[in-house]
C-alpha cells in the first residue's frame, strides 16, 4: 500500500472547484515537507505546489499560482489542496508526495486522484 492516499478528485466543469486531500497511511508525516504534482496524458510529471511542516515555506507552479492554495493540518496529517477557477488543461493525475526538508528527494507518493475539467 502506498505510504500516502490522495482523495477528493473527480469530473468538474470549468471554472468549477474542487479540494484535493492527502493522508499518510501507516505512518506520520507531521514533519516532512509535502507537495502535489500532476501527470496530464502524454506529458510529464510536474510540479503544483508545496508546503514544509511548519507552513514556513509554501511554492506554486507558475500555472497554478492565485487559483490553487496548499494548506495543511498536522493534527490529522492531511494535506490540502483547494484548486478554485479550474480549467481544462488542469486535467490529470494528481499526486501528493513527501520529502524531508526544501531540497531532499521526494522518496513518498501517493497512488495518485483524477481531476478532469471539461469545457
Known amino acids: 500500500q502506498a505510504p500516502l492516499v490522495e482523495s477528493g478528485g473527480g469530473l468538474v466543469q470549468t471554472g468549477d472547484s474542487l479540494r484535493l486531500s492527502c493522508a499518510g497511511s501507516g505512518r506520520k508525516f507531521g514533519g516532512y515537507t509535502l507537495g502535489w504534482f500532476r501527470q496530464a496524458p502524454q506529458k510529464a510529471r510536474e510540479f503544483v505546489a508545496e508546503?514544509?511542516?511548519?507552513?514556513?515555506?509554501?511554492n506554486y507552479a507558475d500555472s497554478v499560482k492565485g487559483r490553487f492554495t496548499v494548506s495543511r493540518d498536522n493534527t490529522d496529517d492531511t494535506m490540502y489542496l483547494q484548486m478554485n477557477n479550474l480549467q481544462p488543461a488542469d486535467t490529470a493525475i494528481y499526486y501528493c508526495?513527501?520529502?524531508?526538508?526544501?531540497?531532499?528527494?521526494?522518496?513518498?507518493w501517493g497512488q495518485g486522484t483524477q481531476v478532469t475539467v471539461s469545457s
Open positions: 508526495a513527501a520529502r524531508i526538508g526544501i531540497d531532499g528527494k521526494w522518496n513518498y
Open positions: 508546503i514544509t511542516w511548519n507552513r514556513a515555506i509554501i
